[in-house]
């Protein structure tokens, strides 16, 4: 096999939670234009279905399946029709999250809730699911963030320690299942990437991280694409438990 060959995906299987805009709608596309079928979950299905066709057209299979990652049975009905469509789970991208920005003083608990249900407790579930059809040669990616790592000027506690609870999630089901499964478990700590999370911020923000980006801009989506097909596919088939900062060398500041 030559050594561009370990980095194709033809004929596995992929599951994308966050599939419906941004990042996730991106990671879809990369996927499928490396061979895989893949399976897309989110909330708003219309917008599923737009990633759904994009995939198609690209000439691999897609299914979209509406799912909450704060319902446990949700993620367990996203691996099922995985199973019955294909028969198989090789790849699962755990990329769903939701980001704020609250002062501490002021955060409610059920904003601080929503926000680890979404971003921490839905990986958790999507993996348990998926780690129990997955052949050995698979792999997870949990989509952490730099602000699981360092701070970047907003008041994001919530974000934060869900991100950061990421690398420790990442870590431990890389111990518990890759001797013992086959599965490679590694997490992407993206920068900042254009994507609707990232036109929310108030004018003037990404301007203001600017400077601490070392390749002075913004990431395009498919600068962390590639790093997720070199984690997802046979080409990373050495690397499990570690959390991958693709952020332009902003955590040098
Ligand atoms: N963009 C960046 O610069 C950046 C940097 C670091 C990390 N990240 C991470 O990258 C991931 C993707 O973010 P993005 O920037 O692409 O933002 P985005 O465009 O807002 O995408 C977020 C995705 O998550 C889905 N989602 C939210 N809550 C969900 C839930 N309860 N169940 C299922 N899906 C849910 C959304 O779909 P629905 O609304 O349809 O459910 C959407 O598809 C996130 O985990 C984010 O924290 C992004």
Known sequence: MGILDRFRLDDRVAIVTGASSGLGA??????????????????????????????????RRAVAVRT??????DCQTLVDAAMTEFERVDVLVNNAGIGTAVPA?????????????????????MAQAAAKVMAPGSSI???????????????????????????????????????????????????????????????????????????GRIGDPEDLATALIFLCSDAGSYVTGVTLPVEGGLLTS
């Open 141 to 215: 990616v949990n989509i952490s963030s730099v602000l699981g790592l360092t701070t970047a000027g907003l008041p994001q506690a919530a974000y934060s320690a869900s991100k950061a609870g990421l690398v420790g999630l990442t870590r431990d089901l890389a111990q518990q299942w890759t001797p013992r499964k086959g599965i490679r478990v590694n997490a992407l700590a993206p920068g900042f990437f254009t994507s609707e999370m990232t036109d929310g911020y108030q004018e003037g923000y990404l301007d203001s991280q600017l400077p601490r980006i070392l390749a």
């Open 26 to 59: 991106t990671f879809a596309r990369t996927l499928a234009e490396a061979g895989a079928d893949v399976v897309l979950g989110a909330r708003r299905i219309e917008k599923l279905d737009e990633t759904r066709a994009a995939v198609e057209k690209l000439g």
């Open 105 to 125: 003083t002021k955060e409610t608990p059920e904003q601080f809730r929503q926000v680890i249900d979404v971003n921490l407790n839905g990986c958790y579930w």
């Open 68 to 73: 909450d990652v704060a319902e446990p049975d």
